[in-house]
């Protein structure tokens, strides 16, 4: 009976985190306040979710108040969205790019700043400028968030029709990209003639996305309408040679288009590795992005994880166990509190 009313509970859960995305998709202009309010509170409700899919307890705050009772009565606090993205990714070992939750915790303070204080935003008040602002930040939302729910196909696999329906929804809203696309237009016109290249971005579908190319080998491309960056390889299959284009997202291994053949983390780094070496850590670095150990190579003078794709100029290392990484943001206070790999000196005194 209490598995039954949980699964119960975690299909409302799930509906009313769509329910909400449509809310928000649809009131982006009437009631912009509301639209961000519910876009944040919809993501939020996808990763309890997905939690339940573990267990329902990961979704109470704290475990010693874990009542199924109180649980299923919603007297239980339960995690906020980062709360919920540390656990999937520490209990349950699923992988959240850093993109995406930098993006989520974007939305959320928009969120809160509502709720607790007052936004730009607010009903009456949102200019063009805001609504194109707001709308960017929940197509960069989107974007992420799909991608999390195509990788949990299983646990979401009766929602694919509210899946699609949002994202159809979400195109509908474009009008306000397309608005500023065309302000940005003649700069992007300017920079055309100047040189720079131009490709479709996957998340707002504007020919707005400036191409870099860091080597032969490795692109990176920024949006100059909804800022969404991506990172993508053009390399030749060890297998069959052709020549393939890799997409910035975790994966041990990628299958090849033409012989299905996998391209692993290791042939990435046979390919990438130039034989350079990090002057002061080495080539033994970690990746802080998708948490793998030893996969960061030094490409170009620019540093690369082999699984998640992710680029950085630079790594540290963590003061306590000295662990060489990328992508882990400032460890100055690392001795004491850890980073991606460790929990620092607090965490070995707990234990």
Same mark, same amino acid.
């Given at each position: ?24 998709? &649809? ?9 961000? $309010?519910? +876009? ?7 990763? *309890? %979710? ?117 994202? &159809? ?9 397309? $608005?500023? +696309? ?7 016109? *300017? %920079? ?140 100055? %206070? ?18």
């Amino acid at each position: 009976m209490s598995t039954a009313k949980i699964e119960d509970a975690r299909r409302r859960l799930t509906q009313s985190a769509f329910d909400f995305l449509v809310r928000a998709t &649809r009131e982006i202009e009437a009631s912009t306040k509301y639209s961000v $309010i519910h +876009f944040a509170t919809a993501v939020e409700l996808l990763l *309890k %979710a997905r939690l339940m899919n573990e267990h329902w307890t990961l979704v109470v705050e704290r475990s010693s108040d874990a009542d199924l009772n109180k649980f299923l009565s919603g007297a239980c606090r339960t995690v906020s969205s980062i709360e919920a993205v540390q656990r999937l990714e520490k209990i349950c070992h699923q992988h959240i790019p850093k993109n995406a939750v930098t993006q989520f915790k974007r939305l959320s303070d928009h969120r809160n700043q509502i709720i607790h204080f007052f936004h730009d935003a607010t009903d009456g008040q949102a200019t063009p400028g805001h609504l194109e602002k707001i709308v960017a930040e929940q197509f960069r939302c989107w974007f992420h968030l799909e991608r999390l729910l195509s990788n949990w196909s299983d646990q979401f696999r009766d929602y694919t029709t509210n899946i699609s329906h949002v994202g &159809r929804l979400m195109q509908r809203n474009r009008t306000f990209l397309d $608005i500023a +696309f065309k302000e940005l237009k003649p700069e992007i016109d *300017k %920079a055309k003639r100047g040189g720079a290249i131009f490709c479709t971005c996957s998340g707002c579908g504007h020919e707005a996305s400036e191409l870099k190319d860091i080597s032969t080998e490795l692109f990176k491309q920024t949006c100059w309408v909804c800022k969404l960056p991506e990172t993508f390889l053009k390399i030749e299959c060890p297998h069959c040679q052709k020549l393939v284009r890799l997409e910035g997202d975790y994966a041990e291994s990628r299958p090849c288009p033409h012989c299905e053949n996998d391209i692993t983390a290791s042939d990435l780094h046979d390919i990438l590795d130039h034989g350079d070496s990090d002057p002061t850590y080495g080539t033994s670095i970690n990746c802080a992005l998708c948490t793998t150990h030893d996969s960061v190579v030094l490409h170009e003078n620019t540093h690369i994880c082999t699984y998640c794709l992710g680029i950085e100029d630079s790594v540290s290392g963590c003061e306590w166990c000295n662990e060489a990484q990328m992508g882990g943001g400032d460890l100055e %206070a690392s001795f004491y509190y850890g980073c991606e790999f460790c929990e620092g000196r607090a965490g070995w005194k707990d234990d």
